[in-house]
C-alpha cells in the first residue's frame, strides 16, 4: 500500500516535469499507517466536523496527500487529477491549498505554518468540546519535516500546546535529515526529542519504515496526557536506487532511469499511474473504516437537545445567531449616542467587544501579551487553560507569529472566529499567517494597536509607518483605520460579517474625540469611505483621513473656513472597501473639488489612488522617534495648520 504512494507520486513528478517525490516516498509507511489504522474521517463528507484533522506541514510532499486522497476514494481526487499534478485548475496544485481540494484541512507551503496551524485546530477541538460536549471528540495530526521544525514559529506553537497540553495534538515529524542544501548536519544539530519534551510534550523516536512501531507510537500518543511528537526516522526518496537517501531525492523528477530503477527496488511492476486492484482494494477498505464512526457520531449529534444542535450546527457553518451582531451593534451605538466619549479607538474596541463577546459566543480573544495595551479581554471572558478548555480568551505569550497561525487553524477548525491583539508594528511577525488567512479565505480578526507615532514615548521601534501600505498590500485582507468610537464599532461589524477573508482593527493608543454624534442604524463604514464633515458652500478642498488624523482634517477644514475656502472632510475607515464600489460612487465619494489633499501618519504609498499624483499628502517619510505624541505631530508635520497650507498651496494660495 505504502508503494502505491510512492509510485504515484513519481509518476505525477515526473510527468508534471516539476515536484517533489522525496518526502512523499520517505514518508509514505507513516501515511500508510495513519490513514489505514488510525485517522477518523470519512471521504463521503470531508467536512464532516468530528473528523480527525491531518496537517500535511511539509507542504511541499503534498503529492503524499493527493496519492491518499485519491486511494481512500475521495471522489472528486480521480487518477485524471493526479495525472494533472501542477496544472493550471487541477485538484492537485503544487503545494495543498484549503477550500481548494476536498480533505486538504489547510494550505501549507511555507514552512512552519501548518505545525502552527495544528496547535489552533487542536485548541478549537478542546474548546468546542468544552461547549458540546461528546458530539466533539478528535485528533489533530501533522506530518512535519526538518524544514517545519527548523523554522521559528514552530518553537511558538510547540510551546504553547506543551503549555495548554493539548493531548489530542500528535506530530509525526519526517526525521529524513535531509533538506534542499543536503543533509542537516549543514545547519541544525538540535535533538528534537529533547526540545519537544521541554516543552511539555510526549516524545520518542522511531523507525519510520516499521509499520509496526508507527502503529504503536500512534497508540501511544493517542493515551497521552500531553502532546506528543513521534520522531519517524526515514530514508528520503525510499526506493529510489542512487538518489534516496540524499537531497537529490528533495525536489526535481527522478527521471526515467530512476524512476525504473525505483519500480524494481520496491517490486512495483506496473505502468505509471496503475495501481493493482488488490492494493486499491485495501486502500478503500481504509477509506471506508470511518463510515461507521461518522453514522454513530450522527446519531450522538441527533441525540443532544434540538437547541443545542442547532447552535452546533450554526457555528460549525460559520452563521452568526440571527440579530445577534445587529443588535449588539446597535445597543453600543445607542449608548455612544446618549454619552459620547474622547477615548483611543482601542478602547472603543473593548467597549464593543464588551457588548460582541456576549453576543457571539464564537469568538475567542486572545492578546501576545499585550492583553492592557490591545484591550482585547471584556471583563466577561473567562481565560482559556489546560485547567478550563471553555474559557474564551488565551494569553498567547509573546509568540505573534504563532498566535496568527494558531489564529487560522481555529477558523479552519469551525466553530470559532478569532480575534486578538497585539501592536500594529508587529504585524511583520504576524504577517505570513496573515497572509494565509487571506489565501484560505478565513475570518480571522487582528486588533493591531498603537498604530502609529500617536503611540509616542516608545519610540520608532514601535511606531509603525510602512505597516498600513504593507497590509493593504495583502489580496482579501480588510484594514480597517476607524476615526472614533462609531466608527469603531462599524468596523467591527464588518469584519465579524465577513465570512470570506480576514480583517485587521489599525486602532489607537490615544483618545480621540466621538465625531460621530447621532445614532445612526446605518453601518457608513460598510462603503470604505463617506463624507464626514461637508463643505460650507462648494468644496474647493477634499480632505481625506483615516483613523486619528481625522480629526486633524476636520480641523483644517475650520482654519480653511476661515481663509474662505470651503472644504469637506472625507474619513476612509478601509481602503478595499471603497476599492469594491461601483466607479460612479467612488467618483461621487473623492468628490470634484480641484485640490485633494490627504493626511494619514504613515507612508503616501496607495493614497494616490484617491488623490491622485497631484494630490498633496501630509504623513510620514521616514522613521518616527520617541517622544510625546503631540510633539512628534508637530515635529514630523502632521497637524491641522500643515494640512490647510498644503492645501493653500495646491491652491495657489501658499
Ligand atoms: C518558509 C519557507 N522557507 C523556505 C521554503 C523552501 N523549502 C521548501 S522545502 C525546504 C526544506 C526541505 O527540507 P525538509 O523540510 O527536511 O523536507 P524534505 O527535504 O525532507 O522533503 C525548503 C527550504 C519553504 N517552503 N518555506
Redesign the pocket.
Known sequence: MANALRALAMDAVEQAKAG?P??PM?AADIATVLFGQFLKFDPADPAWPDRDRFVLS?G??SMLIYAALHLLGYERMTIAEIKRFRQLGSLTPGHPEFGHTPGVETTT????QGIANAVGMAIAERHMAAAFGEVVDHYTFVLA????LM?GVSQEAIALAGHLRLAKLIVLF?D?G???DGPLSLADSVDQVKRFEAAGWAACRIDGHDPDAIAAAITRAKASDRPSLIACRTK?GFGAPTKAGS?KA??SPLGAEEIKGARAQLGWEWPPFEVPADIRAAWQRSGERGKAARQAWLMRLAALPAAERAEFDRRNRGELAADALAAAVRGVKEKLAAAPKEIATRAASELALEALTAALPEMIGGSADLTGSNNTKPTGLKVLSAADYGGRFIHYGVREHGMAAAMNGMALHGGIIPFSGTFLVFSDYCRPAIRLAALMQKRVIHVLTHDSIGLGEDGPTHQPVEHLAALRAIPNLLLFRPCDTVETIECWELALERREGPSVLALTRQALPQRRLAYEADNRCAGGAYEIAAADGTAQVSLFATGSEVAIAVEAQKLLQARGVAARVVSVPCFELFRARPPAQRQSIIGAAPVRVAVEAAIRQGWDEIIGTNGAFVGMTTFGASAPAKDLYRHFGITSEKVAEAALSKLGRG
Request: glycine fraction near 28%.
Open positions: 517533489h522525496g518526502l520517505g511539509a511541499h510532499g507551503g511555507p514552512l512552519g519535516s526538518d524544514g517545519d523554522e519526517d529524513n535531509i533538506s534542499i528520503i537531497e528533495h525536489g
